[in-house]
């Protein structure tokens, strides 16, 4: 009775926009024993309000969006989900929790493989694998992870206020610059393209020509990035030849050029920074 009556709660506050009353009626019981996966996606919600995630906004705002196969999926991101650092409004923040509570929302009696379990000594361990994951929690993911790429887009890619392309180069292409926000990057990318499939079954025929389009783009341009991020950013130090499924934990950036989370995401940062011109 306690978890129903607080996800109501939260649900009317969600309603209301008001995204820190909503995150303070859940989070004591997302970070409790009693928590469950109606928890964990009422906490995902809740951190989304704070990421600016209008779910209905974006599919409609995607519908009129143009070259979603190339530099306008840069554009459409950072126009989509402006943000600023000073004072912070914290939306990559939110996006990143976000994301690590509806990971955490696995299926019942689903084994998380150690390898790649987040989180695993707090109450709510989740999983980088898509599979492990409940739809809902899937399909959520997708739009957190617009956030957090499109908020630290417009931060760190300074984008012209008209165009919407960057006016500066990406600054996490080298594997010490990937700490942080280019990690944070990377991670969201990789489970942007991971639920591309986990919605487009259940979304309107206007926006499945959206995805497939996104799709094709991403299939042939991010793990050939990760690999030249290991083969030439970080000279062979470190081995990958396609994205690590660790590097969806966006604190899984070490900076050496031996750890290839941190050479794959700056592989991909450099990747996104040449295509949105």
């Known amino acids: 009775m306690l978890i129903f009556g607080t996800v109501e709660q ?24 009693n928590t469950n996966n109606q928890i964990r996606l009422a906490t995902a919600a809740s951190y989304g309000c704070a990421a600016k995630v209008n779910i209905f906004q ?4 995607m519908t009129k969006a143009s070259n979603l196969g190339g530099s306008g999926l840069w554009k459409f991101l950072a126009g989509e989900f402006p943000s600023v650092a000073s004072p912070d409004d914290k939306m990559p923040t939110a996006a990143g929790l976000g994301t690590d509570a509806a990971m955490a929302a696995v299926g019942d009696g689903t084994l998380i493989v150690p390898t790649v379990k987040i989180n695993a000594t707090s109450h709510n361990p989740g999983s980088l694998i898509l599979g492990d994951r409940i739809t809902d929690a899937n399909s959520y993911i997708t739009f957190l992870s617009m956030s957090l790429m499109g908020s630290l887009l417009y931060r760190d890619g300074r984008p012209n206020a008209t165009t919407l392309v960057k006016t500066v180069p990406l600054p996490w292409q080298t594997a010490p610059t990937a700490v942080g926000n280019g990690c944070a990057f ?8 991971d ?3 986990a919605i487009t079954g259940a979304s309107p025929a206007t926006i499945q020509a959206s995805y497939k389009v996104i799709s094709s783009f991403l299939t042939t341009g991010v793990n050939t990035a990760c690999g030249l991020g290991c083969s030439l950013i970080c000279g062979g130090a470190s081995t990958c030849t396609s994205c690590p499924t660790t590097l969806r934990d966006r604190n899984s950036c070490t900076g050496l050029t031996t750890d290839a989370n941190s050479c ?8 996104v920074s040449s295509s949105w011109i």
């Open 195 to 197: 639920g591309l499939d």
């Open 264 to 271: 794959a995401a700056a592989g991909l940062a450099a990747f």
């Open 186 to 193: 990377a991670a969201a990318l990789l489970n942007f393209f």
């Open 58 to 61: 974006v599919l409609s705002d």
């Open 10 to 33: 939260v649900n009317v506050s969600l309603s209301s926009q008001a995204c820190n009353a909503a995150l303070a009626q859940i989070l004591p019981l997302y970070d409790s024993v």
